[in-house]
């Protein structure tokens, strides 16, 4: 079994903004066919600022902790700010990730862009320039 900081077994024992946001700005819905992760992020935003994020995930213990952690960084930034938040920033935060567990904090970076891209789309009618999922 991989080796996880305390920090990555706190945010899966006791994840942080689980759930659906009623009427959400953004949904961001990503999976990874090969492991089996599916992740769907929610964002509330106002005045171009996220003030609410919330996610469903099906998935390891990796990918429960990397979403957690995705939503807990980005509430109060703005829509800018958030785009900047990489899956090394998740890493980071969460004391790292075995190397094994990687991809699903590409995963929290897609479904938060995801849900970055669903929000624009609505409100600009253009999303994010390139924008698409990684691929493994």
């Known amino acids: 079994m991989p080796q996880y900081s305390e ?8 994840p ?9 700005d953004g949904v961001g819905h ?16 106002k005045d171009n600022v996220i003030v609410d994020a919330k996610f469903k995930t ?6 429960i902790a ?7 960084l980005v509430k109060g930034k703005t829509i800018e700010e958030a785009l900047q938040i ?3 920033a ?5 004391d790292g990730l075995p190397a094994i567990k990687l991809h699903c904090s590409v995963l929290a970076e897609d479904a938060l862009k ?9 409100t600009t009618g253009k999303g994010l320039p390139n924008w698409k999922p990684h691929e493994d």
Do not use: Q
Not at 7 to 14: D, L, P, T
Not at 16 to 24: T, Y
Not at 30 to 45: A, F, L, Q, S, T
Not at 90 to 94: D, M, N, S
């Open 86 to 88: 990489s899956n090394r």
């Open 58 to 63: 099906f998935g390891c213990g990796a990918a």
């Open 90 to 94: 998740v890493v980071e935060a969460l």
């Open 114 to 122: 995801g849900a970055i891209n669903d929000y624009l789309k609505k």
């Open 16 to 24: 942080h903004n689980v759930g659906e946001i009623e009427n959400p």
């Open 66 to 72: 990397t979403s957690s952690m995705m939503t807990d």
């Open 7 to 14: 920090k990555v077994m706190e945010h899966f024992r006791n």
């Open 30 to 45: 990503v999976g990874n066919p090969v492991c089996g992760d599916i992740m769907e992020m929610y964002i509330k935003v």
